[in-house]
């Protein structure tokens, strides 16, 4: 059970400035000081260096400043809402992990706040084991634990991929992409050739299934396609009713 402490205004800023060098960063905006303050105790605990914001405008100043890691963003704002936060927010921090706190649950919403560039979406009333749960496997899924690691360099045809450096181009050409969009493509890479299917991909990209909608996995393939395969001959290849596979080009 994890203990929830209040603290006194400012503590959230001080911690920030004493915070250790390998603390991840995560901030929290919401428009519930309740919920927010919670949400600060129980990352504090678990480690995170971790600043609030209330309302869109502060966070997307927040987010210049403080440059977190990942951030925990609730849709439904005073200002404007937490899509039009993610959009400012991916000028200047285009790689930021984006978890979704709202209380809609339709599939359009999820759509639209996936299609806005978030990782994960977590609905009210929630646990707040799921959303530690979720959180961690954003962090995991971007590469930003500070434990050392051994690097890789994945090759499938002229694609390459640095894990180590997180670098990822095509015919010596670089491409940017989101760190789920880089997740997903590295799950294709470790698998060349061999087909996936979108429970596989759900099971292990995004750990949790968004409740088996398999749409977010056409989603981000769609992206990546995009991105890896525009005006060049293709590597990710549909296998109808099955699911995708990665292979060089003919």
């Known amino acids: 059970m994890v203990n929830v402490m209040t603290e006194p205004p400012g503590t959230a800023e001080a911690a920030a400035g ?3 060098p390998d603390q991840l960063r995560v901030l929290v905006v919401d428009d519930e000081p309740s919920l927010a303050e919670l949400l600060g105790s129980v990352l504090r605990h678990e480690g995170w260096q971790v ?7 502060s966070a997307v100043r927040a987010a210049r400043e403080f440059q977190p890691d990942a951030v925990v963003l609730d849709v439904t ?8 936060v993610l959009r ?3 000028a200047v921090l285009p790689q930021v992990c984006v978890l979704f706190l709202t209380a809609r649950d339709g599939v359009q919403d999820r759509i639209n706040g996936i299609t806005a560039g978030g990782d994960d979406y977590v609905t009210k009333p929630f646990s707040l084991e799921e959303l530690l749960a979720r959180l961690r496997g954003l962090v995991r899924r971007a590469g930003l634990t500070r434990l050392h690691r051994a690097g890789t360099r994945l090759t499938v045809g002229d694609l390459t991929m640095d894990e180590d450096a997180r670098e990822v181009s095509r015919d010596g050409e670089p491409i940017e992409l ?3 969009e880089f997740e997903l493509l590295r799950f294709l890479m470790r698998n060349p050739r061999r087909v996936l299917s979108k ?10 299934d968004f409740g088996g909608q398999a749409h977010v996995v056409e989603l981000y393939i769609s992206y990546l396609r995009k991105k890896i395969d525009a005006e060049r001959e293709p590597l ?15």
């Open 88 to 90: 400012r927010m991916r």
């Open 178 to 180: 989101t760190a789920t």
């Open 51 to 57: 600043q609030t914001a209330a309302d869109g405008t």
């Open 199 to 208: 429970a596989q991909i759900l099971d292990r990209v995004w750990n949790y």
């Open 236 to 250: 990710i290849h549909t296998v109808r009713g099955v699911g995708y596979v990665l292979k060089p080009a003919a």
């Open 18 to 20: 004493d915070a250790e």
């Open 77 to 84: 704002l005073p200002d404007f809402d937490g899509l039009e």
